[in-house]
C-alpha cells in the first residue's frame, strides 16, 4: 500500500511561486512514476506533470516553463515548482503514484488559490 500527502498550497498573489510538495509511504516509490493533477472547481481533473522514476519528466504543455516536478526518492518526496501563477491556476493540486499504466494512488490534494 501507499500513501500520499500532498502540502504547500495556498493563497498566493498573481505573479507568485508556490512549492508543493507530496510524501509518499509504504511500498517502494523509487522506481514508480509519480504525478500531479489539478482540478479546479466545476472542471474535471486534469494533468499537471510526471517523473518517471528515471528522472524523466513530461508536462501539460500550456505548463511548461512555468511549472517544474523534481523528486527526492531517498525522502520519497515529490515536488512541483510554480512559477509566475495565474488565477486560472487556481485549484486543488493532487498527487498520484502510476502502477503499470494506471494512476491508481492519490494523495487528499492541496488547495492552490491565486489571487488578482
Known amino acids: 500500500q501507499v500513501k500520499l500527502v500532498e502540502s504547500g498550497g495556498g493563497l498566493v498573489q498573481a505573479g507568485g511561486s508556490l512549492r508543493l510538495s507530496c510524501a509518499a509511504s509504504?511500498?517502494?516509490?523509487?522506481?514508480?512514476?509519480m504525478g500531479w493533477f489539478r482540478q479546479a472547481p466545476g472542471k474535471q481533473r486534469e494533468f499537471v506533470a510526471l517523473?518517471?522514476?528515471?528522472?524523466?519528466?513530461n508536462y501539460e504543455n500550456s505548463l511548461k516553463g512555468r511549472f517544474a516536478i523534481s523528486r527526492d526518492n531517498a525522502k520519497k518526496m515529490v515536488y512541483l515548482q510554480m512559477n509566475s501563477l495565474k488565477p486560472e491556476d487556481t485549484a486543488v493540486y493532487y498527487c498520484?503514484?502510476?502502477?503499470?499504466?494506471?494512476?491508481?494512488?492519490w494523495g487528499q490534494g492541496t488547495q492552490v488559490t491565486v489571487s488578482t
Open positions: 517523473i518517471t522514476g528515471g528522472g524523466n519528466t
Open positions: 509504504g511500498s517502494i516509490v523509487s522506481d514508480k512514476t
Open positions: 498520484a503514484l502510476n502502477q503499470r499504466g494506471i494512476w491508481n494512488y
